[in-house]
């Protein structure tokens, strides 16, 4: 007797969403953000947007490891990188003082928001490209996103766990954030950890630094991470050399292809901006 053939269910593996699901409670934590920035509770809104950040930084590796990347996926994250780290942290520092500068306040705030959004653009379009060499995914173009939220939120974060408000200046606010939005926008290589890759004697080392980093961030979560952000500035002069060195190194072996890059324009923006 004949029997018709069952049609497979096809659909997508509940794995594959789970880091879109990551990306959009980062999403949340991040507008949840201004919502208690508005209630001008500054350090429960700060620690929203740590937790953007901590969900940004998984949602990607966790995509990697579930085999659950697709276009999709990166849109997402891209936008919801903008909404976190970009308008999240301009909105907070208007509310928190730039509004006390009448529009200039207003138009730092709008400039901030845009230098991210022009980032991530930027980065959106040179994901496509295959031409970049090896060695050039060991850096970011400018400052990440997330980072680059960290360094504009700074003065907030300094205020909060001194308890007085000794960095609540329009103009310090303001200049410090134009620097960063300037940094986010440049073409300054800095490192990349995504690819790092540890010696075995090593792993033990960098997984006490790890518990001892964990530990202080939950202990004192705003003097840790005014430390680890001074770090990553005072990081930035060597990831430039590190990366000259690796460019010279490069041209050295393959001197055909700086003359391409000669050609094409500045080297540097040939250094992927992945967020």
Known sequence: MFRPRRR???????NTLIPNMMTLLATCAGLTAIRWGLQEKWEIAL????????LDALDGRIARLLKGTSKFGAELDSLSDFVSFGVTPALLLYLWVLQDAGRFGWMITLLFALACGLRLARFNVADDRNDMPAWASNFFTGVPAPAAAG?????????VQVGEDILRYPALVAINMLLVAGLMVSPIPTYSFKKLKIPQHGVLPLMLVFGVTIAALITAPWVTLTIVLSLYLISMPFSVRTFMAMKREADTHHPHDADDEGEDGDET??????D
């Open 151 to 159: 360094l504009a939120l700074l003065p907030m974060m300094i205020s």
């Open 8 to 14: 497979r269910f096809k659909g997508m593996n509940v």
């Open 47 to 54: 620690l929203a947007v740590l937790a953007a950040a901590i």
């Open 269 to 274: 923006s040939k250094v992927q901006p992945t």
